[in-house]
């Protein structure tokens, strides 16, 4: 039975400085104490750790897939045994631009769901403040998967605990 349920969502940027990866591993540690969900999407970085501590802890996790072969799929996992729940999104919509997009939005909606029956329910939002806030013309925009997922979780009532790498800065 879940009481209490926790959404991660992270900048993968976070994976390539050894430091922002150990602060955003204690961050997650942290926050999952207690947890008897995890709600995560399947990127690289935070979600990934998330669903390592999760699953070595024996509780239950609610992946979303938008890559391999359960794509579309939220997958459960109790150890290292895998078993789809239910399509999250129909297959048609795969090869949209807004696929990632429309993944947060299902997470949030589990989310807000589990509020609603009167779980106790947070998210976890990792951002990294080493994003510029500008991109300049010819440079790789980067995502933002993780304020995307933060406000729409915001506008669901849900309570959100965004933290940023470094301590201080701005995104």
């Given at each position: 039975?879940?009481?209490?349920?926790?959404?991660?969502?992270?900048?993968?940027?976070?994976?390539?400085?050894?430091?922002?990866?150990?602060?955003?591993?204690?961050?997650?540690?942290?926050?999952?104490?207690?947890?008897?969900?995890?709600?995560?999407?399947?990127?690289?970085?935070?979600?990934?750790?998330?669903?390592?501590?999760?699953?070595?802890?024996?509780?239950?996790?609610?992946?979303?897939?938008?890559?391999?072969?359960?794509?579309?799929?939220?997958?459960?996992?109790?150890?290292?045994?895998?078993?789809?729940?239910?399509?999250?999104?129909?297959?048609?919509?795969?090869h949209s631009t807004r696929y990632p997009l429309d993944r947060?939005?299902?997470?949030?909606?589990?989310?807000?769901?589990?509020?609603?029956?009167?779980?106790?329910?947070?998210?976890?939002?990792?951002?990294?403040?080493?994003?510029?806030?500008?991109?300049?013309?010819?440079?790789?925009?980067?995502?933002?998967?993780?304020?995307?997922?933060?406000?729409?979780?915001?506008?669901?009532?849900?309570?959100?605990?965004?933290?940023?790498?470094p301590k201080g800065a701005t995104t």
């Open positions: 039975m879940v009481t209490r349920a926790l959404l991660v969502t992270g900048a993968r940027s976070l994976a390539d400085d050894p430091a922002a990866e150990a602060w955003a591993r204690g961050k997650i540690a942290a926050a999952l104490v207690g947890v008897d969900l995890l709600i995560v999407g399947d990127a690289p970085g935070p979600d990934a750790w998330a669903c390592r501590i999760q699953r070595d802890a024996l509780r239950r996790v609610e992946c979303y897939r938008t890559h391999g072969l359960n794509i579309g799929w939220v997958d459960t996992a109790h150890c290292e045994e895998w078993d789809r729940v239910r399509r999250w999104s129909p297959p048609r919509a795969i947060n939005a299902a997470m949030v909606a589990t989310a807000r769901a589990n509020m609603l029956r009167g779980h106790t329910v947070s998210v976890l939002a990792l951002l990294d403040g080493r994003k510029p806030a500008v991109v300049q013309p010819g440079e790789k925009r980067p995502t933002r998967g993780t304020e995307h997922t933060a406000r729409l979780a915001r506008d669901a009532g849900l309570t959100v605990d965004a933290q940023t790498w």
